[in-house]
């Protein structure tokens, strides 16, 4: 059974750090893009990060550039998104998306994605 599972939710203050993992099972993630998402209480999801397993080329968006950092395992076949100086504004439902075009593009259509994962929540609150 193919699938992805995050982890590394939680709360953290403003200004701190947490670090997402999103672990594919079921598949391999070396030719497909993993992609980072989050969704806000009342608010559209947002594409946040991307990274091409084939060519490590790596997208952010710019409410996040500068502050997150995405990465791979190839032999824990895991993605992690590292997120640092975060923001009350960062809060949401984490969820993490594979598609195998393998492309370090985001794109609003859900059904461009093979995989989703449930999601994780990130809450940033003092």
């Known amino acids: 059974q193919m699938q992805l599972v995050e982890s590394g939710g939680g709360l953290v203050q403003p200004g701190g750090s947490l670090r997402l993992s999103c672990v594919a099972s079921?598949?391999?993630?070396?030719?497909?893009?993993i992609h980072w998402f989050r969704q806000a209480p009342g608010k559209e999801r947002e594409g946040v990060s991307c990274?091409?397993?084939?060519?490590?080329?790596?997208y952010y968006a710019d409410s996040v550039k500068g502050r997150f950092h995405i990465s791979s395992d190839s032999a824990k076949n895991t993605v992690y998104l590292q997120m640092n100086s975060l923001k009350p504004e960062d809060t949401g439902v984490y969820l993490c998306?594979?598609?195998?075009?393998?492309?370090?593009?985001?794109?609003?259509?859900?059904?461009?994605?093979?995989?989703w994962g449930k999601g994780k929540k990130v809450n940033v609150s003092s």
């Open positions: 079921g598949f391999t993630m070396d030719s497909y893009s």
């Open positions: 998306a594979a598609d195998s075009y393998g492309v370090p593009v985001m794109k609003d259509d859900k059904n461009w994605y093979d995989y």
């Open positions: 990274i091409s397993l084939r060519d490590g080329s790596t």
